[in-house]
């Protein structure tokens, strides 16, 4: 059995599609039992962040693949028969902007 991968474009307001999202072209419809596409919007951003504050996150993430023959997902598992995650962790600071130090010679411009 052989697909022609399915081709993407842009939502238009008024069209039915998602902004910000892209759409199947209807010729080119995933098979029956496909996970639907995209997902539903989130919720609206809160900004619920305190002033002058550092903040850390730590993101976890796991490769899933989907099966159409079973029509389920499962966990991709690499070489080593370990699941395939991975893990970023980030630091920002709200409020204003700290000064910046540019040493003489470490900035370059083209």
Known sequence: ISAAPAM????????????????????????????????????PLVNTLSSNTYYRFTVNAELLEYNYGTLTWSTVIKSDGQPL??????????????????????????
């Open 8 to 43: 993407l474009s842009s939502a238009i307001p008024g069209s039915g599609g998602m902004p910000g999202y892209a759409t199947l072209s209807p010729a080119l419809a995933p098979l029956v039992g496909a996970p639907s596409l995209p997902p539903p919007p989130p919720p």
């Open 85 to 110: 995650t991975d893990s970023v962790i980030k630091t920002f600071r709200t409020g204003p902007m700290e000064p910046v130090t540019i040493l003489s010679g470490s900035l370059s411009t083209y």
